[in-house]
């Protein structure tokens, strides 16, 4: 799928992996609508492209403002071609914490709504508006990109319910993609590893060395706009379709 002129839903695209890869769509051709809680990045996005961004505030977890996101980018650009979920939390806890409490069930739920059950939630409603487009001369008609994590495979300590989310976005990648076959919809999913994102360039050094040190090659975080390229390549690469792919640096991240 040529990236020009198609329509992009991109979920927590107000900033991080998210806004590069809005704007690696714009700078090929396509309009994005930004899926964000964060009214003034959103806006700030829509501002820097105008005519080719447009922000909506959505939570990905509420199927009512998920359904009217999807409206919205509808009523605006007329269809939608590609979705990608960003939008994701990164709650800390171990399952027994140093007093030997068991981690609160709401912080499990709230991981798991948002990285996992979010991701379904757009996904589906994308794909819903994808099969009501006109196949190309491969007969694709669009093509969603869901985001794990390397702690999908080798998570860490107190990562059990961020892992888990993850987990779910890798293992649903291959049964949709056979759902949505027959509509000329493809489903993929990139597990990064550590990327320099705003959260990230947050923390101190100190916390940043012990993880670049598990990085093989090349040794620092990896550049959002990495991800972003992938994302381009994905959209491109029609045989692409049904797999998780790790963007990482062949880290394997240790217990802790």
Sequence with gaps: MNLNN???VVTGGASGLGLSTVEQFVAAGAKVAVFDMNEDAGKAAEAAHPGKVIFQKVNVADAASARAGIDATLAAFGAIHIAVNCAGVGTAGKTLDRDS???????FAKT????LIGTFNISSLAAEAMAKNAPDEDGQRGVIINTASVAAFDGQTGQAAYSASKG????????MAR???RYGIRVMTIAPGIFDTPMMQGVSEEYRQPLIAMVQN????????EYGRLCVSIV??????G???????????QAK
């Design 6 to 8: 198609l329509v992009a």
């Design 101 to 107: 409490k068991a981690l609160p069930l709401e912080a």
């Design 112 to 115: 798991i709504n948002i990285n």
């Design 168 to 175: 779910g976005v890798v293992g649903m990648t291959l049964p």
């Design 179 to 181: 759902d949505l076959g």
């Design 218 to 225: 090349p040794k620092r975080f990896g550049a959002p706009a």
């Design 236 to 241: 491109e690469n029609n045989y692409l379709n």
């Design 243 to 253: 797999e998780t792919i790790r963007i990482d640096g062949s880290i394997r991240m």
